[in-house]
């Protein structure tokens, strides 16, 4: 038998040899970047991938996800996921952007995939995976960034989804019923001289797709005979500003949107004008209470000159809940990899504002989410980009293969210490539940 801390030089030697591969993955990801539920080319290259290292795995999963799945060979145990997301943002204007679609990588997921193939190629060493326990899970999933609200309604009127994150339905479709837990790591670059930062929480959200609906005139013969859906959205607009001092502080209140569709033709009174609006806060309930401030806010619009309005309220994501004890093996071995001082821990009260699905995952299993350095300028920008893939792609594979190697070693005995500690938030038939009662269509006409 080797020691944990053998098998874990065995692990990260594998992968600093597979370095220059895993990197190359992240960057051919890059250039051809797909949004969610529709990383065709990017899961197929995860799931060749697996196929030449002898992984079995499914496909299609919540339409592109791609779940592999190989056995310790020391026994049953707990099984653990290494999630990776397939999805990138739309960003027109990134350096790295597909010229037709506008995708771009702007959030660092494509390390996330070059990362997960590493820690599964650390974990495949023979020596390694004798002495694991349980069963290692390499997940590449769809669909983290909710945007495109109004194409995955139209999956979703097509029968195609439910819900419109990737976690939240592969939850609702059963794929996380055999997983006990799930870990990934996101990149970022406002770390300041840390490498690797863990804790901390995000954003719960609810997504607002948003139709005001008036009537066309001519607007130079006729104006007087239309009724204005852009002034009625304008008028929203100022009013959801105008709320900003019922925000609470320790909410984090996010409340942002943007315009799909202002008019067709400058002659003409708008008829119809669209938004995908969002709100964000720290806690479900907040969530809950500033929804209600701006749906209010939007039929004020439509009161204010005639209009009426249809709000389709749509679920999003919950808060994170990073697992204690997954997050102290992260810390124990990101410092043992970089040491102390480059490593952060912060309070689960900091919330950092933006949101994920992984939160929903973490209501249900045990999970955690923490972040590598290794990128620069503003998440979701063009400015966002990798400047330093060994920090990005290879660092955090070597932490997530230590980090499992904790977990499933020994006879599993630290992967189930999690599971006895752990306390849900909710099971999964409770979490489908409440998401579908965010499910709502707020209709309100202004008009007599
Ligand atoms: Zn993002
Ligand atoms: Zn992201």
């Given at each position: 038998m080797l020691s944990t801390d053998r098998l874990k030089e065995l692990a990260c030697a594998a992968i600093d040899e597979k370095a220059g591969e895993i990197i190359?993955?992240?960057?051919?990801?890059?250039?051809?970047?797909?949004?969610?539920?529709?990383?065709?080319?990017?899961?197929?290259?995860?799931?060749?991938?697996?196929?030449e290292l002898g992984i079995e795995h499914e496909q299609g999963l919540a339409i592109t996800g791609v779940k592999g799945r190989f056995a310790g060979g020391a026994g049953p145990g707990p099984k653990v996921a290494i999630i990776g997301e397939l999805d990138s943002l739309l960003v027109g204007e990134h350096p790295h952007a597909d010229s037709e679609t506008s995708a771009a990588h702007a959030c660092?997921?494509?390390?996330?995939?070059?990362?997960?193939?590493?820690?599964?190629?650390?974990?495949?060493?023979?020596?390694?995976?004798?002495?694991?326990?349980?069963e290692v899970v390499p997940f590449a999933v769809p669909a983290e960034e909710f945007i495109e609200v109004e194409r995955r309604l139209q999956m979703r009127t097509e029968g195609k989804l439910e819900f419109l994150g990737g976690k939240q339905e592969l939850i609702r479709l059963g794929e996380f019923d055999d997983?006990?837990?799930?870990?990934?790591?996101?990149?970022?670059?406002?770390?300041?001289?840390?490498?690797?930062?863990?804790?901390?929480?995000?954003?719960?959200?609810v997504v607002k797709y948003v139709q005001f609906l008036g009537r066309g005139a001519h607007a130079g013969s006729a104006p007087h005979r239309g009724v204005n859906a852009l002034n009625a959205a304008t008028f929203a607009l100022q009013a959801i500003n105008a709320n900003r001092e019922l925000y609470q502080e320790e909410d984090t209140v996010r409340i942002h949107g943007i315009m799909t569709k202002g008019g067709e033709a400058?002659?003409?009174?708008?008829?119809?004008?669209?938004?995908?609006?969002?709100?964000?806060?720290?806690?479900?309930?907040?969530?809950?209470?500033?929804?209600?401030?701006v749906d209010r806010c939007f039929k004020a619009g439509a009161m204010a000159v005639g209009a009426s309005v249809k709000i389709?309220?749509?679920?999003?994501?919950?808060?994170?809940?990073?697992?204690?004890?997954?997050?102290?093996?992260?810390?124990?071995?990101a410092t043992a990899l970089l040491g102390e001082s480059s490593i952060l821990v912060m309070s689960p009260r900091r919330n950092r504002g933006g949101s994920t699905d992984?939160?929903?995952?973490?209501?249900?299993?045990?999970?955690?989410?923490?972040?590598?350095?290794?990128?620069?300028?503003?998440?979701?920008?063009?400015?966002?980009?990798?400047?330093d893939y060994q920090t990005a792609v290879v660092n955090p594979a070597k932490i997530m293969a230590m980090t499992v190697i904790d977990l499933l070693a020994d006879g599993g005995a630290t992967g189930k210490e999690v599971l006895n500690r752990h306390r849900p938030a909710m099971n999964k038939d409770a979490y489908v539940k409440f998401q579908r009662e965010q499910a709502e269509i707020v209709e309100f006409s202004g008009g007599d």
């Open positions: 190359g993955i992240a960057q051919d990801i890059l250039a051809h970047p797909e949004p969610g539920f529709s990383e065709v080319r990017t899961s197929r290259v995860v799931a060749k991938k697996f196929t660092g997921h494509h390390c996330q995939i070059g990362m997960m193939l590493g820690t599964t190629m650390g974990l495949l060493t023979p020596q390694v995976r004798e002495q694991l326990n349980g997983v006990d837990m799930a870990v990934m790591c996101h990149t970022a670059s406002d770390m300041g001289e840390r490498k690797f930062a863990m804790g901390g929480t995000s954003n719960g959200h400058v002659s003409a009174v708008p008829a119809e004008v669209k938004l995908e609006w969002r709100v964000r806060s720290g806690t479900p309930d907040a969530v809950v209470r500033n929804s209600a401030i389709t309220n749509i679920p999003g994501y919950l808060p994170m809940r990073h697992d204690n004890t997954l997050q102290e093996l992260f810390r124990k071995n992984m939160g929903d995952l973490s209501h249900v299993i045990p999970a955690c989410h923490p972040y590598t350095s290794g990128a620069v300028g503003a998440g979701h920008s063009k400015d966002y980009v990798i400047t």
